[in-house]
């Protein structure tokens, strides 16, 4: 998929689940919205929601576990089954934010627009929540940031079959409707509420990461960013909005970090090392994190902060960004 195809496709697959969103609101003020649509929303939801946490996230762009082919090639799939985009190009983007985070270069910051006031406040949130991916210009090459993915012949195959992965998407919640009613309206509505109305939900939690990660929220670490914590959307992101943690510790399995901090992708990870089908699991220790914190309560961080380098890496030409370069 190349730039211009991308850029259609983030068109198309943020108007489209916009007008399924209206279509099932007019659905549910008329009473037509069932139990079955329910289950379909639910399944999809957490299958693209694990898809893109743990598998683009934490196992292709973090490498925070390994685990069998099989299991590589679910996670991937059902990251692609979530429309944000394919594999190589998801995570491209990803450890690019992390080398550059809230900095030049930063593909979503929120802080691009250095106008003062609550309107420069409001821009630099939508661009970092949506505007960024209608940027034609905006491109982050795999070869640089992901030569390791862009070698797996599996997330090859994953990124050229994408959008069919992402109709199959809106397809599959329609079969589960045909399959629970019987009736071809339930196949339609399946289809409504575990794929446009899905599509919409989920991916705008994770666009909140990017925008309200970075915004709003407890930080706990020393990172040379905004990144920050926020608990209420812990439970609807799988985990990934304990993003100050993440920042400090990219490669970690686990984002929450307090047994406070739900975090169901680490729970997942957990499981599949308990069944013995994950393996290398990062995980880092209390006293690494206490040096951690304990580095906030001195500079304070942040994107000005004494711990931020001064020229970031990732913008000189001769820098190579690979997985070694996100730990
Ligand atoms: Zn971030
Ligand atoms: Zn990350």
Known sequence: MDGRKHYGFILVSSLLPLFGVVAAMVLLWNSLAGPSDLVAFLVMFVIAGLGVSTGYHRL?????????????????????????????????????????????????????????????????????????????????????????????????????WFIPIVLAGIVLPGLIGFALTGTLFGFATGALWGGLVRFFVSNHITYAVNSIGHYFGRRRFDTPDESRNVAWLAIPSFGEAWHNNHHAFPRSASHGMRWWEVDVSALVISGLKSARLAWDVMEIDRERQERRADGLRKTGGGRQGRSAPPVPLAERKDAVVGVADVE
């Open 60 to 160: 292709l762009a973090h490498r925070s576990f390994r685990t069998y082919r099989p299991i590589k090639i679910f996670f991937a799939t059902a990251g692609a089954i979530a429309g944000q985009g394919p594999p190589l190009i998801w995570v491209a983007h990803h450890r690019r934010h992390h080398r550059v985070a809230d900095k030049p270069g930063d593909p979503h910051s929120p802080y691009q627009e250095e106008q003062p006031g609550i309107r420069g406040a409001l821009k630099g949130l939508w661009h970092s929540h949506l505007g960024w991916l209608f940027d034609p210009g905006l491109t982050s090459d795999p070869i640089r940031y992901c030569p390791d993915l862009a070698r797996d012949r599996d997330l090859r195959v994953i990124s050229r």
